[in-house]
């Protein structure tokens, strides 16, 4: 399981326990060509801050991507094993909202210029104790 | 005594040394002597030395007993002292010397005598607060003292105010960061911007990822800008950072905003109000934030700080003279007092702008601002309302909807552009007025010098401009008018809107506003060019909002004016058929 906050170039990418970081780097970058697809065909629904995303990729590597676009361009990307079906619909929602949040909550700080990456360590609890909680 | 001895003999080298050096000469450095003289008497002598001429006598000053002979020299050096009672904190002295900042201080000499003085140190903490206080003043002398410089020494005071907690913030340092606060922001009530923090902490040296991560901790309210409790909880977070504390991952209980320290917000002497007054203008020499607005601020930030717990005054206008007679104290008090109804107006504007979600840091600047204007100039603006009242109809509105609603003025709403006008214009008379009521005349002296350097600034009417400026120079002569040229040149930077409507507004009633327009363009004059452009920008707005109401108006009337014509046509058609009848 991983996620990654990306503003077309990585800010930020944390995974749990799984090793295959560059696997997910990998498929965090390929779907981020499917949420620029979304995004940019969508032309009413602009304001649709949510976009879920979901069976991506291979049905071998068995894990689903769920993204999530801001009014500022940053994709938040969600990888989590298809094997965890624990995770909903509703779960995944709240885990965007509360990544949001955060991420907003980094933003306001004017010491942090956007676009650099995120080393704030408060927004890295939140994801931890989000990722435990998803697992 | 025997700190006070081990102290002397430093004292009498520094003495010695910088006896000569006149006390003013800190006066630019008043700043870093403030800071030094806190963490140590001693080490402000080496410090001084290096920095300042005037910690020398600070040392001194803190030792109360050796104050007698250097009498004298606390006298000149005044500004010293206030230093170390600024940052010595009564209340924890001898716990405060246990502390590890001993081998912090390292870098100074005055370490040792540090320790040597622990035990000189409770008698010292409170004598040193009154020569700060008179410090204070000396240094209020000094227009311009580098910020940056400052905060650095401010660091270095702000040391020594650690109580036995390291995470509590002593009742000096809650001063200080007061007085810090007010340099970046006139009301104590509303909120620093987060970019004008950053700038401000980031003389602080510390690596950025440890001032963000200070950030995070402090803004609670995740707003982007910092309320004052959260500024002093980021400024004492710097200040225990750069003495080598490491950043706590969570905020301490006692460093939350929420956490009122017994007798912290109490009003202070006024010979406390009087140096602290001193020691912001000092600070805060490049102040975008009105700097001669902050001397009055200091006045009346402390009463403002009361303020904020009588938060239930409401209009501030009307209530600003009745307040004033009230006062008990003395006259900068009184302003002070005039502030107070503004605070609590401005608190209650900036409760609602703090609520606000994330967006806020886009309005809170000018929130500020049009609360800086507020509280420098509450008196007045009841008497220039009424001035204003009789100019222009359109003032009378403004001022009802203003003095109804002192926060909504400081509102970007449309309605800022009915309001700016008559509030704008009332202050200015009754700052001239207040001249009286500022007592210092050191500020007079600053504020002369402060003055020719806001006179270059050229935001409003140069013709205003020069005319308010001639008639404050001349004002600067006397020294009690020079405070009223203060208290222009603060408000004027804390009305940097009011100041552009009036102008502006004024062009339709120029007589009687051109003193205090002139007044005002002196204070806009006095803003730093940053603000200029903002106040630029709302004045236009105002200006639009006011041509957009004006020219509703007219088409209403012409609207008007058509149907009556109507009607006259009617009426004489009609009269026309019976006057054949009546001929015939």
């Known amino acids: ?135 | 005594m025997a700190a006070a001895q081990a102290g002397l003999p430093v004292r009498l080298e520094s003495v010695a040394g910088e006896l000569p050096l006149p006390v003013f000469v800190g006066i630019t450095n008043e700043l870093e002597m403030r800071y030094p003289n806190h963490p140590s008497t001693n080490e402000s002598q080496p410090h001084i030395l290096g920095s300042l001429t005037g910690s020398a006598p600070h040392p001194p000053a803190d030792r109360p007993v050796l104050r007698h002979p250097d009498t004298s020299m606390d006298k000149q050096e005044a500004w010293s002292p206030p230093r170390s009672p600024g940052i010595s904190p009564p209340c924890s002295p001898s716990a405060y010397r246990s502390y590890p900042y001993g081998a912090q201080r390292n870098g100074t000499d005055t370490l040792l005598a540090y320790d040597g003085k622990v035990p000189g140190r409770p008698s010292v903490p409170q004598e040193n607060s009154s020569p700060s206080h008179y410090s204070l003043k000396l240094q209020s002398e000094q227009p311009v003292i580098t910020r940056g410089a400052s905060v650095e020494r401010l660091v270095e005071r702000a040391e020594i105010d650690y109580s036995d907690e390291p995470w509590r913030i002593t009742e000096e340092q809650r001063e200080y960061y007061t007085n810090q606060f007010r340099s970046l922001q006139p009301d104590l009530n509303a909120l620093i911007m987060g970019t004008v923090a950053k700038n401000f902490f980031t003389k602080s040296k510390l690596p950025i990822p440890e001032l963000s991560h200070i950030w995070e901790l402090s803004d609670v309210d995740k707003d982007g800008a910092l309320t004052f409790p959260e500024f002093c909880t980021a400024f004492h977070l710097i200040v225990a950072r750069k003495n080598g504390y490491p950043l706590p991952e969570t905020l301490p209980a006692t460093l939350r905003p929420g956490f009122v320290e017994p007798g912290v917000v109490t009003v202070p002497p006024s010979e406390a109000t009087e140096p602290l007054i001193v020691f912001d203008d000092n600070m805060m020499p490049g102040a975008n934030q009105l700097e001669m607005g902050s001397v009055d601020l200091q006045m009346t930030s402390r009463p403002g700080v009361t303020a904020k717990q009588d938060r239930r005054e409401e209009s501030r206008k009307p209530e600003f003279s009745p307040k004033r007679i009230p006062d008990p104290h003395e006259k900068p008090i009184q302003r002070v007092s005039t502030l107070k109804p503004d605070s609590p107006q401005e608190l209650d504007a900036n409760m609602k702008s703090r609520t606000r979600p994330r967006s806020y840091s886009s309005t809170s600047m000018d929130d500020a601002m049009k609360k800086v204007e507020e509280p420098p100039t509450p008196p007045p603006r009841p008497q220039k309302t009424h001035s204003r009242a009789s100019s222009l109809d359109l003032n009378k509105l403004f001022q009802q909807s203003g003095q109804g609603s002192r926060p909504s003025q400081h509102s970007l709403s449309a309605k800022s552009g009915w309001l700016p006008p008559p509030p704008a214009l009332p202050p200015r008379p009754p700052a001239t007025q207040i001249f009286s009521f500022l007592p210092s005349s050191e500020k007079s002296s600053q504020k002369a010098v402060q003055q020719p350097n806001f006179a270059d600034f050229s935001k409003f009417r140069e013709e205003q401009e020069s005319s308010v400026r001639g008639g404050l120079s001349t004002e600067d002569l006397v020294p009690p008018k020079s405070d009223s040229t203060l208290r222009h040149q603060g408000h004027a930077p804390q009305k940097p809107v009011r100041r552009k409507l009036h102008p502006e507004s004024q062009s339709a009633t120029p007589p009687s506003a051109t003193p205090y327009s002139a007044a005002t363009l002196t204070k806009s004059t006095q803003r730093p060019p940053p603000k200029q452009k903002r106040e630029i920008q709302m004045a236009i707005r105002k200006n639009r909002e006011t041509n957009a109401v004006l020219t509703r108006l007219n088409s209403e009337l012409q609207q008007q004016l058509k149907v009556v014509h109507r009607e006259r046509v009617t009426l004489e058609s009609q009269l026309e058929l019976l006057r054949p009848v009546a001929s015939t």
């Open chain 1, 1 to 135: 399981q991983s996620l990654c906050v990306h503003l077309n170039y990585p800010l930020y990418i944390r995974s749990v326990p799984t090793q295959g970081e560059l696997k997910f780097h990998y498929t965090v970058h390929t779907s981020l060509d499917v949420v620029e697809e979304k995004i940019s065909g969508v032309g009413k629904a602009l304001a649709d801050q949510r976009e879920l995303y979901l069976g991506l990729l291979y049905p071998t590597e068995d894990y689903k991507v769920y993204g999530y676009v801001t009014n500022s361009k940053v994709k938040f990307v969600i990888v989590v094993d298809s094997s965890n079906t624990s995770l909903r619909d509703n779960e995944i929602r709240s885990m965007f909202r509360k990544l949001h949040n955060s991420f907003t909550d980094v933003m306001c700080n004017p010491f942090y210029n956007p676009g650099d990456p995120i080393q704030s360590k408060a927004f890295d609890s939140i994801v931890s104790t989000m990722m435990v909680q998803a697992c």
